[in-house]
Every structure is written in C-alpha cells, then in structure tokens.
C-alpha cells in the first residue's frame, strides 16, 4: 500500500512555511505532505524578505503550470489544499481533472464571482505599502495585516503571524486576478460544471475580511449544476489567518474527516 500525497498551495502574503503544521499533522495521519513554494520563491521567510523581487514576476499563469506540473509528476493523483489564491487553483487544477480530491480555503473568488468593495481594494495592483520600494511586489504592512489577515485573533498573535509568515506578493497576480485589472486571467476560471472530478472542499471563515464569506458562498453555488460532490464548511469566529493561527488544526482536523468521509484515505491499494 502507498501513502496518498497531499500537495499543499499557499496564498498571497505567506510563505511556504506556513503549511509546517498541517504538513505534520497530514503525516501524523498516514499522508504524505509537500509544500512546494511559489516559482522563485526563496527556502524562507528572511530570505523572500531579503530577496522579495524574485516572486516579481510570477502570475496566474506561471502560478497555475508550476503546480500542474507539481501533480502531473505523481505516480499516483494527490489531494490538493490550498489557501487564498492557492484555493484558487486547486478549483482550477480539480476542474481540468487534476488531483484526486481538492479543497479550497478561502479561496479567491473564480469565474465571475467578485470580491465585495472593502476586500477588492486590498487586492488591486495599486494597494500594499507605498514604501515597499518594490515596484512589482505588494505588501501588508503590520497594521493592515492585523485589519484584514489576522482580524479574527488577539494582536498579540496577529504580530506573531506577521513576523513569522508574511511575505510581499507580486503585483503581476493581482492583476491576473482582475482586481484593479480590464479582465481576470484564463486561468482564473474553473470548469464548475465538471462531473467527472474528484470531490471539492470550500471552506470559509465567517469573520474573514479578506475573502468574505458571502463570496465562497457565491462560488459555491457555482457547483450547483454538477454531479459531482462540491461540499462547504463555514466556521464561525474565524478569519483569513484560520490556516496559520492558533485555530489551524481544526481546520485541518475538518478537512481529514472529509477527506476520510469521501473514501480518499491515507494509504491506498495502488
């Protein structure tokens, strides 16, 4: 029997590293994690810090290949987890019928689902921190972090969160995303009405200001049409940051009951 892969996709503003704790607690439970970073993403937080305009010219597209390459090259279909703009892509890849099962937390919005004003504002290529000093990067500044990321915890762990995970991110996605932008990238899209593909996760945190949770509502009901299995878990009280703060492992915890549920277990008869 072999260990099913979980291939982990992070969001804009975070690091790689910030699947640490879901990667153990997945191989904890008999999965077999990876976390692969971005294209050009530096090993670590200080190092993408240090050398931020590597990630410059990464957007949707080379966002999308890099990680259907990364499934492609399985002997066996993993499990997609992404988060953010990683969700995002996971719906894409789970909708052209790659991975064997996908789930998307708090993703950006596919299709011609908007963002509501507030967040949308966030996600243009004009927001971040002027004195960034990076023209091609966007950046949260503490306080924005602890506004619209962190919102749902203390801003003593908001401050924790920042210094240990957030990274700048390239302007170059948010334009592909539509935000601020005359249309959304092709690979913005998701095949909602597939049949054929492995079951889909959303989840939402009802106090998430940088996804809202009446937006993954939206988008949920664009699998309505499909027979294939589309699910949506809401928690309440939680925020953008539900994958990296102190409430992450019941998010974690949530997404293994489901995947048991649906049969995608962590060893299988291949």
Not at 48 to 74: C, M, N, Q
Not at 101 to 119: E, F, K, Q, R, Y
Not at 129 to 144: C, F, I, N, T
Not at 250 to 269: N, T
Request: proline residues 9%.
């Amino acid at each position: 029997m072999n260990r099913t892969p979980v291939v982990f996709i992070h969001g804009a503003w975070l690091h790689a590293l910030s699947w640490e704790s879901w990667a153990e607690r997945f191989t904890s439970r008999g999965f077999t994690p990876y976390a692969p970073g971005w294209p050009g993403e530096p090993e670590t937080v200080a190092e993408t810090r240090e050398r931020p305009d590597a990630l410059g010219e990464v957007g949707l597209d080379a966002l999308t290949h890099h990680y259907g390459r990364i499934v492609r090259s399985f002997d066996h279909s993993p499990v997609l987890v992404g988060h953010a703009v990683g969700g995002l892509v996971a719906q894409h890849l789970i909708g052209a019928n790659l991975g064997r099962a996908a789930v998307a937390i708090a993703p950006a919005p596919i299709n011609d689902v908007p963002l509501t004003p507030a967040p949308a504002r966030l996600w243009t290529p004009g927001s971040g921190d002027p004195a960034s000093g990076y023209g091609r990067l966007v950046s949260l500044p503490r306080e924005e972090f602890r506004h619209v990321f962190a919102n749902a915890v203390g801003p003593e762990e908001s401050d924790r969160l920042f210094e240990r995970c957030a990274v700048p991110a390239p302007r170059r996605l948010f334009t592909d995303l539509g935000h601020g932008g005359p249309a959304r990238h092709p690979r913005a899209f998701a095949d909602t009405g597939n049949a054929a593909r492995g079951p889909l996760l959303l989840v939402s945190g009802q106090e998430d200001r940088m996804v809202p949770d009446s937006v993954t509502r939206a988008v949920y009901k664009l699998y309505g049409d499909s027979r294939a299995t589309s699910d949506l878990k809401q928690f309440p009280d939680r925020g953008h940051s539900m994958v990296v703060d102190s409430g992450w492992r019941v998010v974690a915890d949530h997404v293994l009951g489901w995947l048991d549920a649906h049969g995608v277990r962590a060893r299988s008869p291949w």
